[in-house]
């Protein structure tokens, strides 16, 4: 943990040089390349020594598949190939490492150069094996033409910005990014002669990495003093158990899982203020005219602690991941989206049974919420009143329901989890079975493609 909290302060001042001493105007994109691969497997080795040989061989794995397997199954070989070394490698862990501890290991690179891997293999697939007209407009817009060089391949894979922590970008963003197109083409999509602009601006990342750096700090001393004092364990203690009413429990349920995340908002904050520096992120301009660099964001900490919904909750939360897993599943799942995305879900992050209580858990209160938004929220937006009553009680129950649900994803064995469900009763596994059976389920019409010029269909992310 040491080495990669090193690492990433020493990255985020290598992206700082990168973006004055290489960047577009100073150096070929070959160079920002090389430069951007090398740092990354240094660093690779550096914190994780001889098991950094996993990232490598996978890397090399998938390049031999992408440029011999036939395009119409490109995506399938490079997901099962990617996703079953990762497995193994998870499994692996269980001997390596202590049982229930979650140690800083070189799974956390890996599972980030998978989710790179398959998205690349489908991007490929659909700009080279689809035709347009098959295509989603995101799907459009992400499609990539022509088989990457190895030199692009490994940068886009190992790049020092994001090999520690990540996170996943688009292949064609970070090409972009380094042939000095990125910021370029986001600032073309605004009138800036209506702004009284005579060219274009040049936006500067240092406001948004400087409040980037500030959120890491205070997620850090969150991290110091309340992670280790609210210990999730505490709440199946028999003690604890046998002398705090239900009510009660349910409110330390919640304490303890506000202080498991401040780590979360470290390491995704700092991960997202490195690339930043190096002058990737950049996602265009607000309303008000302010240049936004969230393009890499992995959450928005104010929408995570105001969700009103379970949608809304794991649609803030691990935003990249839960990007991805909508482009290389939830939009190509044939039949149930929702639980297919789930299980996959489960499956990157381990084989550890929490994983899954989690995860199986989710499919069920996704469902239920959403049954219960789509059947009776409108009721309530008819006065002011009404609608903040509304908004008050779905934001305890949202709260609620990813404490229950998340419990199991820290707790990780079988045993601890079965027992924290029986102190609560499996009381939100029965109101979401009895909403599914009691209202009416409106089906879900993800699977339309659209044309390119359409809109795209507001499709549900799941994490």
């Not at 995305?341 to 995860?359: C, E, M, R, V």
Request: net charge positive.
């Amino acid at each position: 943990q040491i080495n990669f909290v090193a690492c990433q302060l020493f990255a985020l001042l290598a992206a700082f040089w990168f973006r004055v001493y290489l960047g577009p105007s100073h150096a070929s994109s070959a160079v920002r390349h090389a430069f951007a691969t090398l740092f990354g497997i240094y660093f690779a080795v550096f914190c994780f020594g001889w098991y950094s040989i996993h990232l490598f061989v996978l890397v090399m794995m998938n390049y031999g598949i992408m440029n011999m397997a036939s395009i119409p199954n490109i995506h399938r070989y490079s997901f099962v190939v990617a996703m079953g070394y990762l497995t193994l490698c998870h499994i692996s862990r269980i001997y390596i490492f202590h049982y229930g501890i979650l140690t800083t290991d070189f799974s956390g690179p890996l599972m980030i150069i998978t989710q790179k891997i398959t998205t690349l293999a489908c991007q490929l697939h659909d700009g080279i094996g689809r035709q347009a007209e098959e295509l989603t407009a995101e799907q459009n817009r992400l499609a990539v033409k022509s088989r990457p060089s190895l030199l692009e391949y490994l940068s886009y894979l190992l790049n020092f910005m994001s090999i520690i922590a990540g996170p996943c970008s688009n292949y064609k963003d970070y090409i972009a990014f380094i042939e000095g197109r990125h910021v370029h083409m986001k600032l073309l999509e605004v009138n800036w002669k209506q702004k009284g602009y005579d060219r274009l601006p040049d936006p500067s990342p240092t406001g948004a990495v400087m409040y980037k750096l500030c959120i890491t700090l205070v997620s850090l001393i969150l991290f110091l003093t309340l992670t280790k004092n609210f210990p999730m364990a505490y709440i199946i203690d028999n003690e604890f158990l046998d002398k705090t009413p239900f009510l009660s429990r349910l409110g330390y349920l919640y304490v303890v899982t506000q202080a498991a995340k401040p780590k979360y908002y470290f390491a995704w904050t700092l991960a997202d203020a490195v690339n930043n520096a190096a002058g990737y992120g950049f996602s265009g301009v607000d309303e008000r005219g302010a240049f936004r660099w969230d393009l890499l964001s992995n959450l928005n900490i104010w929408n995570i602690e105001t969700a009103t919904s379970f949608k809304m909750y794991i649609e803030n939360w691990n935003i990249q991941t839960a990007a991805w897993l909508k482009r290389v599943c939830y939009d190509r799942a044939p039949w149930y989206p929702t639980a297919l995305t789930f299980i996959l879900s489960a499956l990157w992050h381990g084989i550890y049974p929490g994983y899954y209580f989690t995860f199986l858990t989710g499919i069920l209160i996704t469902l239920a919420s959403r049954a219960i938004r789509n059947n009776c929220r409108h009721y309530f937006l008819s006065s002011v009143p009404l609608k903040i009553a509304y908004d008050i009680v779905t934001w305890v129950v949202t709260q609620l329901a990813v404490c229950y649900t998340v419990a199991p994803f820290v707790m990780l064995a079988v045993e601890p989890t079965i027992k924290f469900y029986k102190s609560v009763y499996f009381h939100m596994h029965i109101l979401s079975i009895l909403v599914l059976l009691v209202l009416p389920i409106r089906p879900q019409a993800h699977s339309i493609r659209k044309a390119p010029n359409q809109a795209m269909p507001n499709s549900v992310k799941s994490k």
